[in-house]
């Protein structure tokens, strides 16, 4: 089974401050997704990256997928309240068979 | 917009009871998920389902068994419940991608 870690676990930051999360793993995958799960939600999707090395941004999030596709990280630039969750990322193994291993989650708070 | 629904939102068992969760989609999607989650470990997912009555285990079968009778609807069956079975269970449908959750269950065994 392929594990997927994120750093940090937990994440306090004001408002207006930049942060980033990371995705780590020794295994190799043909895409990976970032989720935001919301108390009492499931997660939601936010983005898809499938290529080695490829840069997707969401207004001001910034994805980031690793040249080898084994990682990835998710910055947030000048972080907002409304920015709280849960942040999970997820591979996939097999492109197209759409079972995912969910990375351990970045539970992330903004302060006012 | 895809609804994926759980019949319920939280649920307390006993320890030995038979416990049903249902999961029905309305997007005719053909693949299901059912996840439990738990703080520190992410998403682990139990069993799926590429088709009716077509079921594969994932990481964490024991103690649970699935049945898909119907496309929309898969259900996660608890044949007899255990205190290490509370936990969060999410359920979720997939078109090419993207999966599409649940509110999820809050399942508490005592």
């Known amino acids: 089974t392929q594990l997927l870690e994120q750093s940090p676990q937990f994440l306090s930051i004001q408002e207006g401050e930049n942060l980033t999360v990371y995705c780590n793993s020794s295994s190799v995958f043909s895409s990976l997704q970032w989720y935001r799960q919301e108390p009492g939600e499931g997660p939601v999707l936010l983005v898809t990256v499938v290529t080695g090395g490829e840069v997707k941004k969401l207004k001001r999030l910034t994805f980031q997928f690793g040249d080898a596709r084994k990682d990835s990280s998710l910055h ?3 972080a907002q309240p409304g920015d709280t969750g849960l942040y999970l990322c997820a591979g996939e193994t097999n492109f197209g068979n759409e079972k995912l291993t969910f ?8 302060i006012p | 917009d895809v609804k994926v629904t759980q ?8 320890t030995g009871e038979k416990v ?5 989609q309305d997007m005719d999607h053909e693949n299901m998920f059912w996840y439990r989650q738990d703080p520190g470990l992410g998403l682990r997912l139990i069993y799926f389902s590429y088709d009716v009555k077509m079921k594969e285990k994932g990481d964490i079968p024991e103690g649970y068994s699935v049945s898909r009778e119907k496309k929309e609807r898969f259900s996660l069956i608890l044949e007899s419940a255990s205190t290490n079975q509370t936990s969060m269970y999410l359920c979720a449908s997939t078109d090419p991608h993207e999966q599409y959750f649940g509110p999820g269950t809050r399942l508490t065994v005592t």
């Open chain 1, 103 to 110: 990375g351990t989650g970045t539970r992330l708070t903004i």
């Open chain 1, 76 to 78: 947030i630039t000048a």
């Open chain 2, 7 to 14: 019949s319920s939102r939280y649920l307390v068992k006993r």
């Open chain 2, 20 to 24: 049903f969760l249902e999961c029905v």
